[in-house]
């Protein structure tokens, strides 16, 4: 009976789980190279999305007169998914790890490009 239980509990959390480890599998794996970079001196590049800013309006959203928002370096974060919200985590730990210890750093938040070949989704 226990054992029934007990798959139909792991059965419901699976879907949590997975979640979770979405979001913590990417932060712990840079949080791990970057303990690495302790004992080595070098520049760590880290590959960050785009998605870490939210979603810009698709261009038949906007109004012919107004000018079609875009992401800057400056733009504040607003992740709208838990990946997103993971990869901000970890370009946010970036930066502290490169405050605190000195290590010289990139993050560059990459898009998807537009041409023959693009995923009609993207």
């Known amino acids: ?30 949080g791990l190279l970057l303990i690495a970079t302790r004992k080595n001196s070098f520049r760590f590049h880290h590959i960050s999305t785009d998605e870490v800013y939210g979603d810009l309006p698709h261009p038949d959203e906007v109004n012919n007169t107004e000018e079609l928002p875009l992401f800057t370096e400056t733009t504040a974060y607003a992740p709208s998914s838990p990946y997103s919200a993971s990869k901000a985590s970890s370009d946010h730990l970036v930066r502290a790890w490169k405050r605190t210890y000195g290590l010289p750093t990139i993050v560059t938040n990459c898009s998807n490009n537009y041409g023959p070949y693009h995923f009609p989704e993207n």
């Not at 007990?6 to 480890?21: S, T, Y």
């Open 1 to 30: 009976m226990l054992t029934v239980q007990l798959q139909a509990l792991l059965h419901l959390l699976k879907p949590i789980l997975l979640v979770l480890m979405s979001f913590w599998k990417p932060l712990a794996i840079t």
